[in-house]
Nanobody
Framework: QVQLVESGGGLVQAGASLRLSCAASGRSFSTYGMGWFRQAPGKDREFVAAISWSGGSTYYGDSVKGRFTISRDNAKNTMYLQMNSLKPEDTAVYYC?????????????????WGQGTQVTVTT
């Protein structure tokens, strides 16, 4: 069992940067594949980025490639999402997920654990 807590969201203007954090409890964090997803009002939860247990493999959704960077620090049981050049269409609740397999995946149904989410709002 793992519990996830996101932080770092906020209200920013277009072009700004934010860094989200996902803090995990439990001793097995370093074995989990992890991911970031987001959900805007009235839309399905969308894949943003994923990372393998070691951080050696990363994946990004097309809409965030080149602007967002996913990383993790297993010593701190924490995953990050650095978001640069934010756009109004990035506005959403951002969720982190963990799965009992070491690889990340774009498939949200393959994550067993979820945080409560953190709101990101980007204004023009």
């Amino acid at each position: 069992q793992v519990q996830l807590v996101e932080s770092g969201g906020g209200l920013v203007q277009a072009g700004a940067s934010l860094r989200l954090s996902c803090a995990a409890s439990g001793r097995s964090f370093s074995t989990y594949g992890m991911g970031w997803f987001r959900q805007a009002p009235g839309k399905d939860r969308e894949f943003v980025a994923a990372i393998s247990w070691s951080g050696g493999s990363t994946y990004y959704g097309d809409s965030v490639k080149g602007r967002f960077t996913i990383s993790r620090d297993n010593a701190k049981n924490t995953m990050y999402l650095q978001m640069n050049s934010l756009k109004p269409e990035d506005t959403a609740v951002y969720y982190c997920g963990a799965r009992n397999v070491g690889s990340g995946t774009i498939d949200r149904y393959r994550y067993q654990y979820w945080g409560q989410g953190t709101q990101v709002t980007v204004t023009t």
